[in-house]
T-cell receptor, first 110, second 114 residues
Framework: KNEVEQSPQNLTAQEGEFITINCSYS?????LHWLQQHPGGGIVSLFM?????KKHGRLIATINIQEKHSSLHITASHPRDSAVYIC????????????WGAGTKLIIKP | GAGVSQSPSNKVTEKGKDVELRCDPI?????LYWYRQRLGQGLEFLIY????????KSGLPSDRFSAERTGESVSTLTIQRTQQEDSAVYLC????????????FGPGTRLTVL
C-alpha cells in the first residue's frame, strides 16, 4: 500500500463543474503539499498546509489531520485547469523529503 | 528572474556519453532537490542539498549519477556513461530551508539518450 494515495486517478468534467480531488496518507506528517503539473512538465506548488483550510482564487485545500485526509477543490472549473494534480507529504521523521502521490489527471472540457 | 532556472532545457545524447545538467536555485534558498520523472510516471527523488551539510544521496540510482552544489548556489547533476533508461525529465527544486519546505520547481531538463 502506498503511503500517499490519491483519488481519482483520472477525472474528466465539464467546464464550470465543482472538482474534488482526494488524498489520504498513512504516515505522520509535518505538512501536506498540493502541486500542479501542466502538460509540458512545469510543476507549481499550489498549497502547503498542516491544518485547516487554505484558499487561493478558485482553489481550496483542506486537511483533516485526525483522519489523515486532504482534499483539493476547484470551483467554477475551466479548461485551463486541466493538469495533473499531485499530493505530497513531508514525513514527520524527515523535514525535507516528500512522499509523493501518483497524481490525478484532470481534464476540463469546454 | 526570481524563479528556479535549469539548463539545458533539452538534451539529446548518445548512449555512453556523459551529460551535465545545471540548476540555479532561487537566491537565498538553502535547500535544493533533484528529481527524475520518467514519461507518464511520478517524481523520483534523487538528491538533496541543505546549506553546507552533507547531501542526502539516497535516491541516486547508480554510481553513474553524481551531483555537486557550490555553497548555496548553482548545482550540477552529472550522468556518466548514459543509458537509454536514463531518458527522463530531470527537475530541480529549491526551498527556503529544510524546516519551511515549500518547493519551487524549475522547468526541467528533458534528457533523451539515443
Amino acid at each position: 500500500k502506498n503511503e500517499v494515495e490519491q483519488s481519482p486517478q483520472n477525472l474528466t468534467a465539464q467546464e464550470g463543474e465543482f472538482i474534488t480531488i482526494n488524498c489520504s496518507y498513512s504516515v505522520g506528517i509535518s505538512a501536506l503539499h498540493w502541486l500542479q503539473q501542466h502538460p509540458g512538465g512545469g510543476i507549481v506548488s499550489l498549497f502547503m498546509l498542516s491544518s485547516g483550510k487554505k484558499k487561493h482564487g478558485r482553489l481550496i485545500a483542506t486537511i483533516n489531520i485526525q483522519e489523515k485526509h486532504s482534499s483539493l477543490h476547484i470551483t467554477a472549473s475551466h479548461p485551463r485547469d486541466s493538469a495533473v494534480y499531485i499530493c505530497a507529504v513531508t514525513d514527520m521523521d524527515s523535514n525535507y523529503q516528500l512522499i509523493w502521490g501518483a497524481g490525478t489527471k484532470l481534464i476540463i472540457k469546454p | 528572474g526570481a524563479g528556479v532556472s535549469q539548463s539545458p532545457s533539452n538534451k539529446v545524447t548518445e548512449k555512453g556519453k556523459d551529460v551535465e545538467l545545471r540548476c540555479d536555485p532561487i537566491s537565498g534558498h538553502t535547500a535544493l532537490y533533484w528529481y527524475r520523472q520518467r514519461l507518464g510516471q511520478g517524481l523520483e527523488f534523487l538528491i538533496y542539498f541543505q546549506g553546507n551539510s552533507a547531501p542526502d544521496k539516497s535516491g541516486l540510482p547508480s554510481d553513474r549519477f553524481s551531483a555537486e552544489r557550490t555553497g548555496e548556489s548553482v548545482s550540477t547533476l552529472t550522468i556518466q556513461r548514459t543509458q537509454q533508461e536514463d531518458s527522463a525529465v530531470y527537475l530541480c527544486a529549491s526551498s527556503l530551508n529544510s524546516g519551511y519546505n515549500e518547493q519551487f520547481f524549475g522547468p526541467g531538463t528533458r534528457l533523451t539518450v539515443l
